[in-house]
């Protein structure tokens, strides 16, 4: 077995794993469910905690640390050609409700463990190295996914959406930033795009949120495209009405409406003619939610992703007919149709892909080469940079929920592969 020594061109030095280990169980603290569920929602005050913490071992670490208008926090090893592109890494630390502890963390905590180890071995960087703790990837405050990084790689259409969305308290974006500390004018938006070739690569890492590397006992996976997500938000409209009242023929019930879609979904995904086509209806809401009135109204969030974006828009186009169809058969008025986003896939780029090989071929280390159906901050990153993912192990692929787990050896194995092939790209 690989010993916790990272060999290669630097001297032995250890993974601290029980330091790491201590620090996810300290981040996971900072939640608004009781554990070992973890919440933490953007800009909250348990999310303020956490960048917080982040901050305080970006500075142990001896990074310059800075943050951007949203809160998108940068922890900066300098390296001897500043000039350079920059050598990026990072995820994010919020928490979808009752979620795990490793989901995005690992990519943090892991990357400012992995730049304590180059910095231990003796490791000095040409181009500079800079971990992101990237501000809200989950979609949960304001059904945008990925806020930071899209934001970073110049969505103009988000940093205009931004100026007018709400959550579902009616608290708008900007102060709700405001009151996590960043006071910002809607111009100040811009800034956030990031200037163009400022990375020279990004390299995420993760866990694989899904089954396939610990069923194969494979310890490193390397991600070679990262699927293509959309997400749409639906709402139907009735009369409502007394539940006894009121007799069947006579009802345009909005929440049998919604449970007809739901079950649309379902039958459009399967029938997409591909196993890598799949569809959720994770949030399903009926007004005014009493026993024993008719649902006025419903409002649905379907989630649907698929490796192949066109195939994945035949799906969505599938979903809009049905609701149309639904709309008329029940005399229910379909009030919304939203697409929230529909995102390209992305793939990684053949220099990151190539320094991770190398990585794990330096640490004896067995991968995988696979794709990512989970999005990430590098679905974005790709955009303005070269994009790479490690991937880890997680027990039986379990994510978004409290079971979540990775080993103290997975999470090391990846943050010396991530070490590693920072480095090598630092010295590129
Ligand atoms: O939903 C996702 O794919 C990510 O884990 N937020
Ligand atoms: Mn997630
Ligand atoms: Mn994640
Ligand atoms: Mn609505």
């Not at 502890?101 to 180059?118: H, M, N, S, T």
């Not at 409502?240 to 995904?269: I, S, T, Y």
């Not at 974005?380 to 050896?409: D, L, Q, T, W």
Request: with cysteine; aromatic share 6%; hydrophobic share 40%.
């Amino acid at each position: 077995p690989v010993s916790d020594d990272v060999e290669g061109p630097f001297t032995a030095s250890r993974v601290d794993s029980e330091g790491l280990q201590r620090q996810i169980d300290e981040l996971a603290s900072f939640s608004d469910s009781p554990a070992p569920s973890v919440t933490r929602v953007l800009y909250s005050d348990k999310d303020v905690q956490a960048r917080r913490y982040i901050k305080g071992i970006m500075n142990q670490r001896g990074l310059a640390v800075r943050e951007d208008a949203v809160g998108n926090i940068f922890g900066c090893w300098e390296g001897s050609e500043p000039g350079l592109g920059t050598v990026g890494t990072g995820s994010h630390v919020d928490a979808i409700p009752f979620s795990g502890k490793y989901d995005g963390v690992v990519g943090v905590l892991g990357a400012l463990e992995a730049i304590r180890l180059l910095k231990r071995s003796g490791f000095q960087p040409k181009r500079s190295l800079e971990v992101i703790m990237f501000t809200s990837e989950e979609p949960t405050r304001f059904g945008i996914s990925c806020l930071g990084s899209r934001l970073m790689a110049g969505i103009e259409e988000l940093a205009q959406s931004l100026r007018k969305v709400v959550d579902n308290q009616n608290v708008s974006f900007l102060d709700a930033a405001q009151s996590a500390g960043y006071k910002m004018d809607p111009e100040d938006l811009h800034s956030v795009f990031l200037k163009k070739d400022s990375y020279s690569a990004f390299i995420e890492l993760h866990i694989e949120q899904g089954p396939i590397l610990e069923k194969e006992g494979i310890p490193i996976g390397i991600v070679t495209a990262i699927a293509a997500p959309a997400s749409l938000m639906v709402e139907f409209e009735g009369n409502g009405g007394h539940a006894g009242a009121v007799l069947m023929p006579a009802r345009n019930d909005a929440g049998l409406a919604a449970a007809e879609l739901a079950l649309a979904v379902e039958k459009h995904v399967l029938e997409s003619g591909s196993i890598d086509t799949v569809g959720t209806v994770g949030i399903l809401q009926l007004h005014p939610g009493a026993i024993n009135s008719i649902p006025s109204k419903s409002h649905l969030e379907i989630d649907v992703r698929d490796i192949d974006e066109k195939r994945r828009n035949d799906v969505i186009e599938k979903i809009r007919q049905a609701a149309t169809e639904i709309s008329k058969n029940r005399g229910v008025v379909l009030s919304e149709f939203n697409i929230i986003n529909k995102d390209p896939p992305a793939l990684s780029d053949k220099s990151v892909v190539d320094a991770m090989e190398f990585a794990v071929k330096q640490l004896n280390l067995d991968y995988k080469k696979m794709i990512s159906r989970a999005y990430h901050d590098s679905l974005f990153m790709a955009r303005v940079s070269p994009m790479g993912m490690i991937f880890i192990p997680c027990y039986k692929g379990y994510s978004h929920k409290p079971e979540e787990y990775a080993s103290p050896e997975d999470m090391s194995n990846g943050v010396k592969v991530l070490a590693l092939t920072m480095a090598k790209l630092s010295l590129e």
